[in-house]
Nanobody, 124 residues
Framework: QVQLVESGGGLVQAGGSLRLSCAAS????????LGWFRQVPGKARDAVAA????????YYADSVKGRFTVSRDNAKNTMYLQMNSLKAEDTAVYYC?????????????????WGQGTQVTVSS
């Protein structure tokens, strides 16, 4: 089992940047594919980015390609999401998640473990 804790959310102006972190407990971090999802009230939780166990393969939603970068440091049990050129429509609660699938995978159903979420608000 793995426990996940997100940090780094906050309020930023449009065009600005934020870096989210997802810290994991446990010694088996490198066995999990990881993902970032976001959710706004009344809508489904959507995949933003995902990364394979080794970090060698990634997935990005079309809406964030070229602006967001997902990475992981298995030695530190941490995943990151660098978000640049932020837009008002990026405003959401961001969640990190871990999957037993090698990854990267974009389906929420394939993720067994979830963090509590961190709010990102982009003002226009």
């Amino acid at each position: 089992q793995v426990q996940l804790v997100e940090s780094g959310g906050g309020l930023v102006q449009a065009g600005g940047s934020l870096r989210l972190s997802c810290a994991a407990s446990g010694r088996t971090f490198s066995r999990y594919g990881l993902g970032w999802f976001r959710q706004v009230p009344g809508k489904a939780r959507d995949a933003v980015a995902a990364i394979s166990r080794s970090g060698g393969s990634t997935y990005y939603a079309d809406s964030v390609k070229g602006r967001f970068t997902v990475s992981r440091d298995n030695a530190k049990n941490t995943m990151y999401l660098q978000m640049n050129s932020l837009k008002a429509e990026d405003t959401a609660v961001y969640y990190c998640a871990a999957s037993r699938i090698a990854g990267p995978t974009q389906s929420p159903n394939e993720y067994a473990y979830w963090g509590q979420g961190t709010q990102v608000t982009v003002s226009s």
